[in-house]
């Protein structure tokens, strides 16, 4: 006689809870002890090459409300389009330099704040040069599974227009939600999750 098989249903999807900062970033929410400084809150020292930028922005629910309880991180390439990571094989990315950042939003104000240095170019999977660029993660209570979008720079018009992945946007007129306003060294890129300025998120 078979056996019968008892299969296991899927566990439901969770939200990130309103504790995903005690988490992740303990010092942030008064929480000392656990680490020295908050992983991900400084990504440049003072060696670090390239143009020092700096980056704020907000998460706004369908409302039009800054959240204040969400989560951003970033990943991007260095100065010279080289990843910090072990799969990168183009070459030695500054050791200078994390590529990674993590900012929770302001209690007061809903605003996250990264200083960064402006990325190079990377290859897309075929090859052709992509725009400079940077990748966002988003979490928040309310978000079952964290949303991934990028951030590129207004002044990179020419390179922007022959993105692959921008190229990819059917509805042209959203590729702006995509576009960091502002200019060097200070640029504002707001998420918004739900409405009419949207941002386009990435199934990745």
Not at 1 to 9: D, I, S
Not at 49 to 58: A, F, H, P, Q, V
Not at 79 to 101: I, Q
Request: contains cysteine; charged residues 20%.
């Amino acid at each position: 006689m078979v056996q019968q098989l008892g299969y296991l249903k899927e566990t439901p999807s969770q939200t990130a809870g309103p504790y995903v900062h005690i988490g992740l970033t303990p010092n942030f929410c008064g929480i000392g002890g656990v680490y020295e400084t908050d992983l991900g809150a400084r990504m440049v020292n003072e060696q670090t090459l390239g143009e020092r930028i700096t980056i704020t922005g907000r998460v706004i629910d369908g409302a039009g409300t800054p959240l204040k309880d969400a989560l951003v991180e970033i990943w991007q390439a260095d100065a010279v389009g080289l990843y910090n990571s072990p799969t990168e094989l183009r070459g030695s990315a500054d050791p200078n330099f994390t590529g990674w950042g993590r900012c929770p939003t302001a209690a007061d104000d809903g605003v996250f704040t990264f200083e960064t240095v402006k990325p190079g170019r990377v290859p897309f999977k075929d090859g052709r040069p992509m725009a400079p660029h940077i990748t966002f993660w988003i979490v928040a209570r309310g978000i079952n599974v964290g949303l991934h979008t990028r951030m590129y720079f207004p002044e990179e018009a020419e390179a922007n227009a022959a993105d692959p992945l921008l190229a990819r946007i059917e509805h042209r007129h959203r590729v702006a939600t995509l576009v960091a306003t502002g200019a060097a060294p200070n640029y504002v890129f707001d998420i918004h999750l739900q409405g009419e300025k949207e941002t386009v998120f990435l199934d990745i």
